[in-house]
Nanobody
Framework: QVQVVESEGGLVQPGGSLRLSCGVS????????IRWYRQAPGKEREWVAT????????YEDSVKARFIASIDNNNERRLYLQMHSLKPEDTAVYFC?????????????WGQGTQVTVSS
C-alpha cells in the first residue's frame, strides 16, 4: 500500500522561513513527478510547484525565487519544499502529490495536507 506523509507545518512570522517534507512509502513503480499544491481558506486548491526526478522544478509565479523544491539526495522517496520570505498570503494547507507509473497507468498519491500560517 502506498502512503504519502507530510511533515508538520507551523506558524511563521512574515519574512520567515519554513521547510516542509513529503515522503512516499510502499511498493511503487516509476516516480514521474512530485507536485505541491496549497489551499487557502475559502479558495480553490492551487498548484505551487512540480519537481521531476532529474530534480528540475517549475514554480507558480508568486512563489518563484522564494520557494525551493528538491528531492533528497540520499532518498528519492523524499521531497522538500524550502520556503523563504514567507508572506501572509502564503497561509494555506499545503499538499504534496506523487505521480507514480505502475503497469502502464499513472497513479496520483496525496499527502494528508499540512497547515502553514504566516502571521505576526
Amino acid at each position: 500500500q502506498v502512503q504519502v506523509v507530510e511533515s508538520e507545518g507551523g506558524l511563521v512570522q512574515p519574512g520567515g522561513s519554513l521547510r516542509l517534507s513529503c515522503g512516499v512509502s510502499g511498493t511503487i513503480g516509476k516516480i514521474m513527478a512530485i507536485r505541491w499544491y496549497r489551499q487557502a481558506p475559502g479558495k480553490e486548491r492551487e498548484w505551487v510547484a512540480t519537481t521531476t526526478t532529474d530534480n528540475t522544478t517549475n514554480y507558480e509565479d508568486s512563489v518563484k525565487a522564494r520557494f525551493i523544491a528538491s528531492i533528497d539526495n540520499n532518498n528519492e522517496r523524499r521531497l522538500y519544499l524550502q520556503m523563504h520570505s514567507l508572506k501572509p498570503e502564503d497561509t494555506a494547507v499545503y499538499f504534496c502529490e506523487w505521480a507514480i507509473y505502475i503497469d502502464s497507468i499513472t497513479y496520483d498519491y496525496w499527502g494528508q495536507g499540512t497547515q502553514v500560517t504566516v502571521s505576526s
